[in-house]
């Protein structure tokens, strides 16, 4: 308390805002971003934003093409029904569990390192959704029809098949959107409230008193909206871990010999945080140096996530290992050729990616000197980004093409409409970030002022006195 | 005679009440220009602002709030707030949620188009726990960030804290007291002499404007 209190650096428990900044030089830096004239952004956004764009209007092309012609302009065929759109749906939902997992269970955990990151890790998880729900949502065969999704009887009379783990993937994904946003906007409106205070012309003034919603501060409000952020966080704890249980379900609760194991829960939840970890890594590394907010994501987060990807790649590693010996295990032959074929076979070749990115590449984060260099975090998060994805293509499309007859194996290949879509996702996914990196305070205001040792109301202002 | 003292003092909290819920509608007097409607007072740390809660409560005052940029730990017991009641809110709409969700899956499946897949029973338990815990928690999330509002009457777009030009560093660097004068106990040269006594700084009238 006392070395805290007199600005000591504890070399256990290092100050999560760096600088000795004042509160409002911390308002002033995050919103500053917000508040800059149009045309004044830094030069990196201005160079994004051309190539997120252009994302945009692509994948409206290649969707425009495919509500066109049909599912018939993707990669699929007789053996392998599910392609790459199933790969990225997986692929950017588990991104997005890293938000959540920051916002709410550090939360929960009182780790309070959280607060610099968690305001754009759930922005994230919002747009990471957001590219998630395009592929399925595209993948219905016949398009005009979105409405059989929902709980609601068709001209038959008929409700959806409740049993059917696509259908508790339509609730599960759109709850987690649902929730993920309300979760930030809650997060988001004290700080709304800073940026309306400080607004200088009417229209921003207007804009934000509107998403502020009148906020003043008061404890009488504090105190509702503690409780409720807490329950937030309560509720979205299980609601993570169930989003990508469920996903898991999609491959788990078929028989197709690859899929049909009871450790698919947890290794896609554990693989779905390592991915978001990676993802928050590739995002906050180059933010904190275009908006120089090194002082507010300090090396010390970046340490602490480079922590969390060693721990969950080596979870995706034991899970590895641990298929290979419930399939020799399980004494089931279609069990055993699967894997065999998966480590040997025609994807060999994405196999060991996966398994050179996700498992291989974290293991240099055992050196402290790895994890404190944000071109080795960069990097390897990028490798683990590639890897995720190999992941996902790999569990996908080996169990698909080598069915049960070998005389229907065929090797499956992505047209480009399947390469350009997901290309394009990663577009949208961009645009949309820049544009909340340019309206949104970037990092949650109060929040970071809540963490620092000034805010406790037992702390002495007076440096170097006895503290008691 | 205590029991008559605590009746009364039960009715006057309910007018209260009712008072605080007439201004945030809107149904009450309206605020005429140049009228006073509260004093405003700034402290220097959440410490400062901790103690001055303390005091103002002991001093009776009802209609009072404490603001500063972020949460203070220890506040509510310094203002003598009640626990927040949105955690009954919500389990009351999990509940619903959890029995609702079920009672739709059965009733779809099981009761109105029966449907037979692969052998299992109409009414197959295990499969229709995930969607019912999805529902559970949306309608939980949903009733906290709502509740959350109709607790603190959000959106309000009015209200007499905002007459104050200074009052904007709230959401910065500072920390007010206000003290509105709908209050029974509000007068506003003895209010003005509490926030100073306590150590109030910047203490201004909160004038209502056009």
Redesign the interface.
């Known amino acids: 308390m006392s070395a805290k209190a007199n600005h000591e650096i504890d070399p256990f428990d290092p100050p999560l805002v760096e600088g000795g900044h004042s509160f409002g030089e911390i308002t002033e830096k995050v919103c500053s971003v917000v508040e800059k004239k149009p045309g004044k952004e830094p030069i990196y956004w201005w160079l994004l934003l051309p190539i997120g764009f252009t994302g945009v209007g692509a994948l409206h092309i290649f969707l425009g093409w495919l509500f066109w012609e049909g599912t018939g302009t993707w990669g699929l065929q007789n053996q392998a029904y599910w392609g790459w759109a199933i790969v990225n749906f997986v692929f950017w939902v588990g991104i997005g569990h890293a938000g959540t997992l920051i916002s709410a269970i550090l939360y929960l955990f009182r780790q309070n390192w959280r607060t610099g990151i968690n305001r754009f890790a759930e922005a994230m998880t919002i747009f990471a959704v957001c590219c998630a729900a395009i592929f399925p949502g595209v993948h219905i065969g016949r398009p005009w029809l979105p409405y059989w999704l929902l709980p609601l009887p068709n001209q038959m009379g008929m409700w959806p098949n409740f049993r059917s783990p696509l259908l508790w993937d339509v609730f599960a994904v759109s709850t987690y959107f649902t929730v993920s946003c309300l979760f930030w906007y809650v997060g988001l409106i004290p700080d709304l409230a800073t940026v309306r205070d400080r607004a200088k012309n009417k229209i921003r003034r207007y804009a934000y008193t509107a998403l502020s919603m009148g906020w003043r501060g008061g404890n009488r409000q504090w105190q509702h909206y503690e409780k409720a952020y807490c329950i937030l966080a309560g509720v979205a704890t299980p609601l993570v871990l169930s989003v990508h249980t469920i996903v898991s379900f999609d491959f788990a609760v078929s028989i197709v010999p690859g899929w049909h194991t009871t450790i698919f829960p947890p290794y896609f939840v554990a693989g779905a945080v390592f991915s978001g970890f990676a993802m928050v890594l590739t995002l906050s590394i180059p933010a904190r140096h275009m908006y120089h907010m090194q002082d507010l994501i300090t090396m010390r987060h970046l340490e602490n996530m480079a922590k969390i990807l060693l721990l969950t790649g080596m979870l995706v590693g034991y899970a590895y290992g641990c298929e290979f010996f419930i399939a020799w295990y399980s004494g089931v032959l279609y069990e055993q050729a699967i894997f065999i074929l998966r480590a040997s076979g025609p994807y060999a070749w994405a196999y060991w990616t996966m398994v050179a990115c996700n498992v291989l590449s974290p293991q240099i984060f055992w050196f402290k000197k790895a994890r404190r260099n944000e071109f080795v975090l960069f990097t390897v998060s990028i490798f683990v980004n590639i890897g995720m994805w190999f992941e996902r293509f790999v569990i996908t499309i080996t169990s698909l093409s080598n069915d049960y007859m070998p005389s229907s194996w065929e090797y499956y290949s992505p047209t480009l409409i399947d390469i350009g879509t997901f290309i394009a996702s990663f577009g949208v996914f961009i645009f949309l970030f820049l544009l909340f990196l340019r309206f949104l305070p970037m990092i949650a205001i109060a929040e970071v002022k809540a963490i620092m040792p000034e805010a406790d109301p037992h702390h002495h202002a007076g440096h170097g006195k006895d503290d008691h | 005679m205590s029991s008559i003292n605590d009746t009364v003092e039960e009715i006057n909290s309910k007018i209260d009440d009712v008072k605080f819920d007439l201004e945030v509608m809107g149904v009450g007097p309206e605020d005429q220009p140049g009228q006073v409607v509260g004093v405003l007072a700034e402290f220097e740390?959440?410490?400062a602002?901790?103690k001055a809660?303390a005091k103002v409560r002991d001093g009776g005052y009802k209609f009072y709030?404490?603001?500063?940029?972020?949460?203070?730990?220890?506040?509510?017991q310094a203002?003598g707030?009640k626990p927040?009641v949105?955690?009954i809110f919500?389990f009351i709409a999990g509940t619903i949620g959890c029995i609702g969700g079920m009672a739709?899956?059965w009733w779809?499946?099981a009761y109105?188009?029966k449907?037979m897949?692969s052998g299992?029973p109409l009414f197959?338990f295990p499969?229709?726990v995930?969607?019912t815990?999805?529902?559970t928690?949306?309608f939980?999330?949903?009733t906290?960030?709502f509740?959350?509002?109709h607790?603190?009457r959000?959106?309000?777009?009015?209200?007499p804290?905002?007459y104050s030009e200074n009052f904007?560093?709230?959401?910065?660097?500072k920390f007010f007291v206000?003290i509105e004068a709908i209050d029974n106990l509000f007068d506003a040269n003895r209010t003005w002499e509490l926030l100073e006594r306590i150590g109030g700084k910047n203490i201004e009238f909160l004038v209502a404007k056009k």
């Open positions: 740390s959440p410490a602002l901790m809660a709030d404490c603001h500063s940029p972020f949460p203070i730990h220890g506040m509510d203002m707030l927040s949105l955690g919500v739709l899956q779809a499946n109105q188009y449907m897949i299992k197959s499969a229709f995930p969607v815990f999805e529902i928690i949306l939980s999330a949903l906290a960030v509740g959350m509002f607790l603190n959000l959106p309000r777009l009015h209200h804290v905002f904007k560093g709230a959401s910065d660097d206000s």
